[in-house]
């Protein structure tokens, strides 16, 4: 998952919000499988949205090398069934 962009701070996220405004970026089907991709992603420092393989989340391509590194570093792995998926938007 990948967190809001940051309203306040330019060519960064907003970590800090809750799970329920960040975006599924992509899906696996182990934790360990989902671990390792974002290993690979933190240490090259890839924006998360070239996981996307829908489309979906083309809105947020702003070709900003920052925000890419930003996302790398913040992206995170949560289970689909994470209480914390259900909170207020």
Known sequence: M??????KVPH??????PLSR?????????????EKVLANLQKAE???IEL???GKLA????HDEAMGK????????VESD???LKGKK
């Open 22 to 34: 960040w975006t599924v970026v992509a899906t696996f089907d182990t934790e360990d499988n989902c």
């Open 70 to 77: 930003s996302r790398a570093v913040n992206a995170a792995c």
């Open 12 to 17: 960064s996220v907003d970590a800090e919000a």
């Open 52 to 54: 996307d393989k829908t």
């Open 2 to 7: 990948m967190p809001p962009d940051s309203a």
């Open 59 to 62: 809105r947020f391509q702003k």
């Open 46 to 48: 890839q924006d998360p």
């Open 82 to 84: 994470d209480f914390r």
